[in-house]
């Protein structure tokens, strides 16, 4: 049982990993949003298509919504360590 705990901890944490660094390299000026002079800008200004800020905006509720829920997988996947790094006596 703990090799399987092991294992999604892994591919949780993977996944998490992996879809926040995706953003940061896809999306370097984020937020991106509706701007006056041009349809869409990111945070510094350069021009973005409208394709560019729906995928943005995909991206960001993806990730607002599986880091909470991934943040408490691990903790339920995890919590007999974290207690027993809790209990144990410091030196």
């Known amino acids: 049982m703990a090799k399987v705990r092991t294992g ?6 993977g996944y998490m990993i992996i879809l ?3 953003g940061l390299v ?9 701007c006056v002079t041009a349809g869409y800008c990111g945070k510094q200004g350069q021009p973005r298509t409208q394709r560019q800020y729906t995928e943005f905006l995909t991206w960001q509720s993806t990730l607002e919504w599986s880091w909470p829920f991934g943040m ?6 995890n919590r007999e360590k974290i207690r027993f790094c809790r209990s144990a006596p410091r030196q």
């Open 8 to 13: 999604f901890t892994v591919v949780i944490m």
């Open 72 to 77: 408490l997988v691990l903790y339920f996947l």
């Open 26 to 34: 896809r999306y370097p000026d984020a937020p991106i949003h509706p």
């Open 20 to 22: 926040f660094t995706y």
